[in-house]
């Protein structure tokens, strides 16, 4: 018990104040989510708009996070971290999970948002692993490979839109359903594990 107790106050000494910026990011994530599953259980629209409305939302936090860190100078590996596992909450599995409670539920749909979202991961990953790489000395990156993940609110948008115009636009192809707003999710996801589509780093 007196062990843990040091271990646990070190752990909130090392956060600064971007870092909880970044934990209400991946709370609008979270929340996100849970509202998709209660649209789901319940019919509700107001449950499922304000589902898709907690994105931009999120988007908001993510780059107050970024200002008040180079405001404050305060970098560390720790609130990297902790703002890469936020945005895949936020701008991967909610956007997902969105998408699945609008109707895009089928096998197909289902494995390309699975994709998707593995896309997210794996961009923000190497994005970790190689930033010190492409800072070249500089002590800042200067441009993302692939399209940075908060991006996946644009697919978001347009399935909003789609929803609210009532069609997701469903098809057969050699006899499986998939419905066509979904390939906004698969295009989006190839485009942040892009190599060769650099994008300058604000």
């Known amino acids: 018990m007196t062990e843990a107790a040091p271990r646990h106050f070190s752990m909130i000494r090392g956060f600064h104040l971007a870092d909880f910026f970044t934990l209400a990011n991946a709370a609008c994530g979270v929340a996100g989510v849970f509202l998709a599953m209660l649209y789901v259980a319940s019919g ?89 790489e492409l800072a070249a000395g500089t002590g800042k990156v200067r441009y993302f490979e692939g399209t940075p993940i908060p991006t996946s609110v644009v697919p978001l948008g347009l399935l909003m839109m789609a929803f609210h115009q009532g069609t997701l636009y469903p098809v057969r192809v050699l006899g499986a359903e998939i419905h066509l707003v979904v390939l906004l999710f698969l295009l989006s996801g190839s485009l942040m594990i892009s190599k060769t589509l650099r994008i300058p780093k604000p």
């Open 44 to 132: 509700s629209l107001a449950q499922f708009f304000g589902a898709a409305a907690l994105a931009p939302a999120a988007l908001v936090f993510d780059v107050i996070d970024g200002r008040v860190a180079r405001w404050r100078q305060q970098h560390s590996p720790l609130g990297r971290e902790l703002d890469s596992l936020a945005d895949v909450i936020s701008f991967g599995v909610a956007p997902a999970c969105i998408g699945f409670a609008a109707g895009m539920d089928s096998a197909v749909d289902q494995l390309i948002l699975m994709y998707f979202v593995g896309c997210g991961v794996s961009r923000l990953a190497r994005y970790n692993v190689t930033a010190d």
